[in-house]
């Protein structure tokens, strides 16, 4: 959008970010500030920074399901997965894209700054989670 805005008639943003420093500087600090064990707080840094490889994605996210839900391990990818069986998840997790961007385009990418450079008429929708 901000890029190549020649391109973009209309957007839409859901849940979006403009900035992902807080997330990658703080979360592995609060998991660890809430008492999760120390191997919990090093997956979440890696998590945040795209320190995986692409095999180990969903055990990766299995493990550190609990810091982000009330369920874990078998009980957190079964909700997830009847979360996306009912429409609650409306894209394909791709470890190579969530990786890459893990490394490379989260570092250095807050576009806070630039938000009112979008000219295309633009959505924007958030809000708490529901059940």
């Known amino acids: ?12 943003l859901i ?6 420093f807080w ?8 998991v ?25 994605m969903l055990g990766l996210f299995m493990r550190i399901g609990e810091a982000y839900s009330y369920t ?5 990818l079964w909700q997830t997965a009847l979360e996306a069986i009912h429409g609650g998840w409306r894209s394909e997790l791709r470890p190579d894209a969530l990786i890459f961007a893990g490394r490379h385009l989260l570092d250095g990418w807050p576009v806070m700054n630039r938000l009112g450079e979008i000219t295309a008429p633009t959505l924007v929708m958030g809000g708490p989670r529901t059940s």
């Open 15 to 20: 849940h979006s970010a403009g900035d992902a």
């Open 72 to 76: 874990s391990g078998l009980s957190f």
């Open 1 to 12: 959008m901000l890029r190549y805005p020649e391109q973009l008639s209309h957007l839409i």
């Open 32 to 56: 660890a500030m809430l008492g999760f064990s120390a191997e919990k707080v090093e997956l979440v840094g890696r998590w945040f920074t795209g320190e995986f490889e692409p095999e180990e």
């Open 23 to 30: 997330c990658r500087e703080n979360a592995a600090d609060i």
